[in-house]
């Protein structure tokens, strides 16, 4: 760049530019930059190209910021957590917008989805955090999110995809459910040799299509089981029961429930009455050692 012809004020921004620290810095001296060149004709190409840089740099900003928001951090993990892992165009994005009301871009060419997507799924009353990751060979993937994970749904659209995956489930915890996406493209005989193959490695699964939604019941339910959660609801003395249940472990007890609901005042109970699978009948009194079943209705009655 030319210093000739030019102002002591486009001069010093031009010398705050060349030793800006950061993006910020640099933006605010090309902006003034431009503000202070001079306006005839033969500086038009500088301007152009001031211009240009100027552009590039606040584009390249916001995507930075746009990473950020959306890393690890940026996502606040509801208490079940799953994420879709796979290669791309196994049908992620589609199978978000299947089970939640998020829509992630959907797209024929690789690599669409550049940062993580957030979606609800509500399965009677009870909220799964659902995220589209980008795909596993994307440099937009993030192994973190995959691994501090509660469940990982593993989409493919055929079993040989699954050891493309493998290498990005080493230090994952959660609990692991194939979906074996697409299969409204498959023949019967196909789709059986798929299945027999996937049963013969134990693995969890289930055959899906996002286009026709075949399964989406059985794909929201096996979803839901792996969490291993209990719903419990819970009634007040001559109320229906609460139509939003009270997610619990496995294998909690009435006592578990109570401390979660009257915050550590269980011995506040005089009596807990039980019905649903884990009740021998109907408003079975139980103690506060009674191991709960997944769908149970409690009754409190209080001192
Ligand atoms: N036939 C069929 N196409 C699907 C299905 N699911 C997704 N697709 C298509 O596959 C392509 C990639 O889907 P997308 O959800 O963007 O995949 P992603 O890259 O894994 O997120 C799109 O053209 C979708 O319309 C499905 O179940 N059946
Ligand atoms: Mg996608």
Redesign the pocket.
Same mark, same amino acid.
């Given at each position: 760049m030319s210093s000739t012809n030019q102002s002591p004020e486009f001069l010093s921004a031009q010398k705050r530019y060349l030793s800006a620290k950061n993006d910020e810095e640099k933006l605010f001296a090309l902006e003034e930059m431009l503000k202070t060149m001079p306006k005839h004709k033969g500086a038009e190409e500088m301007r152009a190209n001031l211009k240009t840089r100027f552009k590039k740099l606040k584009l390249s900003m916001e995507e930075k910021k746009k990473k950020k928001s959306f890393s690890k951090e940026g996502i606040k993990k509801e208490e079940m957590q799953a994420v879709l892992i796979?290669l791309? *165009? #196994?049908? &992620? #994005? #589609? /199978?978000l917008s299947c089970l939640t009301n998020a829509s992630?871009? /959907?797209? !024929?060419y690789e690599f +669409? +989805?550049r940062y993580p997507i957030i979606g609800m799924l509500d399965f009677d009353n009870t909220k799964i955090q659902l995220i !589209?990751l980008p795909?596993v060979e994307s440099e937009y993937f993030d192994q973190g999110i995959a691994n501090t994970a509660d469940t990982l749904l593993i989409?493919i659209e055929n079993p040989s995809q699954f050891e493309k995956i493998f290498p990005f489930l080493e230090k994952t915890a959660g609990s692991k459910l194939i979906i074996l *996406? &697409?299969i !409204?493209?498959l023949e019967e005989k196909e789709k059986r040799r798929m299945s027999a193959f996937l049963q013969s490695k134990k693995y969890n699964f289930i055959l899906f299509?996002? &286009?026709t939604k075949e399964n989406i019941h059985e794909l929201k339910e096996k979803i839901w089981k792996t969490f291993n959660k209990i719903r419990i609801y819970t009634k007040q003395p001559g109320k229906p029961a609460d139509s939003d249940p009270v997610i619990l472990p496995e294998k909690s007890t009435v006592k578990d429930i109570a401390e979660k609901i009257f915050h550590g005042l269980s011995e506040n109970i005089k009596e807990t009455k039980v019905t649903g699978p884990s009740s021998k009948f109907p408003n079975q009194k139980v103690s506060l050692k009674h191991t709960l079943k997944d769908r149970d209705i409690v009754e409190f009655c209080i001192k």
């Amino acid at each position: 760049m030319s210093s000739t012809n030019q102002s002591p004020e486009f001069l010093s921004a031009q010398k705050r530019y060349l030793s800006a620290k950061n993006d910020e810095e640099k933006l605010f001296a090309l902006e003034e930059m431009l503000k202070t060149m001079p306006k005839h004709k033969g500086a038009e190409e500088m301007r152009a190209n001031l211009k240009t840089r100027f552009k590039k740099l606040k584009l390249s900003m916001e995507e930075k910021k746009k990473k950020k928001s959306f890393s690890k951090e940026g996502i606040k993990k509801e208490e079940m957590q799953a994420v879709l892992i796979g290669l791309a *165009n #196994s049908g &992620k #994005s #589609s /199978i978000l917008s299947c089970l939640t009301n998020a829509s992630s871009q /959907i797209a !024929d060419y690789e690599f +669409t +989805t550049r940062y993580p997507i957030i979606g609800m799924l509500d399965f009677d009353n009870t909220k799964i955090q659902l995220i !589209d990751l980008p795909a596993v060979e994307s440099e937009y993937f993030d192994q973190g999110i995959a691994n501090t994970a509660d469940t990982l749904l593993i989409v493919i659209e055929n079993p040989s995809q699954f050891e493309k995956i493998f290498p990005f489930l080493e230090k994952t915890a959660g609990s692991k459910l194939i979906i074996l *996406n &697409k299969i !409204d493209l498959l023949e019967e005989k196909e789709k059986r040799r798929m299945s027999a193959f996937l049963q013969s490695k134990k693995y969890n699964f289930i055959l899906f299509s996002s &286009k026709t939604k075949e399964n989406i019941h059985e794909l929201k339910e096996k979803i839901w089981k792996t969490f291993n959660k209990i719903r419990i609801y819970t009634k007040q003395p001559g109320k229906p029961a609460d139509s939003d249940p009270v997610i619990l472990p496995e294998k909690s007890t009435v006592k578990d429930i109570a401390e979660k609901i009257f915050h550590g005042l269980s011995e506040n109970i005089k009596e807990t009455k039980v019905t649903g699978p884990s009740s021998k009948f109907p408003n079975q009194k139980v103690s506060l050692k009674h191991t709960l079943k997944d769908r149970d209705i409690v009754e409190f009655c209080i001192k």
